[in-house]
């Protein structure tokens, strides 16, 4: 099976991209990374991705007059080098109709929450003052409403008695590294796509068991 060519936009350190760009230097992972792409000129991400030998380029969209001219520059981009798929990974501008609809059903995003919580920033900051017991991660097909779209993947963390949304914010990182590759795995293989605005997979992936936190007694 050819292997997916996938664009990473990044903003950031980019620790998902990693992930991403570890997964894919697997012969036998059925994607490759063709472009990590920033609007931010100093992003630690691009030095990262260059150490993978992976093509970068900086589109700042500062440079641009509005959010429509913006991403149709990121999508020339990525086209000029050959995505047939994206991963957002810590991009952190909000994107167009026109964008979404572009690249629909071959766009992913990773959020630190598990959706439908926790839409938006500060995530971490917002589990801990709302109490939860269980926070997580989710990777989700992408549609125009922010952090909305079909679920791929989530995994879900404790929260526990001394977190901090530093500590809280570690534990669910650790996550989002191990299921955003997998996410990709089964969208790349076929065995996960959208059907009615939900994600169908081809074999059961729901495990069957039950995650509780705390433990029950
Ligand atoms: C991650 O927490 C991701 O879920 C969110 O932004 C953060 C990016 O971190 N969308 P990194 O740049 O991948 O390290």
């Not at 350190?13 to 997964?23: H, I, P």
């Not at 000029?80 to 026109?98: E, I, P, S």
């Not at 590294?177 to 997998?182: D, E, L, M, Q, V």
């Not at 994600?199 to 729901?206: E, F, G, H, N």
Request: one cysteine or more; proline letters at 7%; aromatic letters at 6%.
């Amino acid at each position: 099976m050819a292997r997916l060519k996938v664009g990473v936009p990044i903003s950031g350190r980019g620790s998902n991209m990693a992930a991403l760009a570890e997964a894919c230097a697997d012969p036998g992972f059925p994607a490759d990374i063709v472009l990590v792409l920033s609007n931010e000129p100093g992003a630690a991400g691009l030095t990262r991705a260059q150490a993978f030998g992976i093509p970068t380029a900086v589109v700042d969209h500062r440079d641009f007059p509005d959010r429509a001219a913006f991403d149709a520059a990121l999508t020339a981009r990525l086209e000029a080098a050959g995505a047939d798929f994206v991963c957002l990974a810590g991009f952190m501008r909000l994107l167009t109709a026109g964008f979404v609809e572009r690249w629909r059903d071959r766009l992913l995003n990773i959020h630190p929450s598990l959706l439908p919580a926790f839409r938006g920033l500060d995530t971490h900051e917002r589990a801990l003052a709302a109490g939860v017991r269980l926070h997580g991660c989710t990777v989700h097909f992408v549609r125009p409403e922010l952090d909305d779209g079909p679920i791929v993947m989530q995994a879900a963390v404790p929260v526990l008695p001394d977190d901090t949304a530093g500590s809280l914010a570690a534990r669910v990182l650790a996550q989002e590294h191990r299921i955003y590759p997998a996410a990709l795995r089964l969208v790349a293989e076929g065995a996960a796509r959208v059907e009615g605005e939900r994600v169908v997979y081809r074999r059961d992936q729901s495990g069957g068991g039950a995650l509780v936190a705390p433990p029950l007694p």
